[in-house]
């Protein structure tokens, strides 16, 4: 077995969020849009990957994940604490490298996955509302990934919502 490769875990703790800085390398934009999801994520599902620096605290991995933790509701949530493992490399192409390999292992989603997710989430009862909050997206974008026709969508929409208010032409007041 690999020791080396537990090392960064066993140096795992929770920090002050202001003592880490950016590097001035990273290539990977988010848009502010997925920057509220990922905060969505990490209220949903707790904090599951812990933010790679280097020996003097600039980050590797995690840039995104430290820029809404100084965010509300993620600041007063987490105390301005976030979890950080260090990786100390030899020469400084491997945090280079460890940058951009985090970024493109996490890959892409595909359409014919994405398709099956949200008409598996839509099939077992789940709302239009709720799978494009948890999934960050519109609801066209539910939409597109699902099979339903647009009259079934517009349904959907619309389940629960008892009255409407007919509309009047208004010619004079």
């Known amino acids: 077995m690999n020791d080396k490769l537990f090392d960064p875990l066993k140096s ?8 880490l800085k950016p590097n001035d390398y990273n290539p990977n934009k988010v848009s502010e849009e997925n920057l509220k999801l990922l905060t969505q994520s990490i209220r949903t599902n ?22 809404v933790s100084g965010r509300e509701p993620l600041i007063t949530e987490l105390g301005g604490k976030v979890p950080v493992v ?37 099939d077992n ?9 948890q999934l960050g997206m519109k609801p066209e974008e539910v939409f597109r990934l699902s099979d339903f026709s647009r009259e079934d969508f517009l349904e959907l929409m619309t389940k629960g919502v008892e009255d409407y ?3 009047a032409y208004v010619t004079s007041i």
């Open 86 to 122: 260090i990786v100390d490399h030899s020469d400084h192409s491997e945090d280079i490298y460890g940058t951009v390999t985090h970024n493109r292992a996490r890959g892409t989603h595909l359409l014919e996955p994405m398709k099956a997710i949200v008409k598996e989430l839509m």
């Open 46 to 67: 707790g904090w599951t990957l812990p933010i790679v620096v280097r020996p003097d605290m600039t980050i590797i991995d995690g840039f995104h994940r430290w820029m």
């Open 12 to 19: 795992l703790q929770w920090v002050d969020r202001n003592m």
């Open 165 to 167: 208010s007919r509309a």
């Open 125 to 133: 009862g789940k709302t239009v509302q709720e799978v494009g909050k």
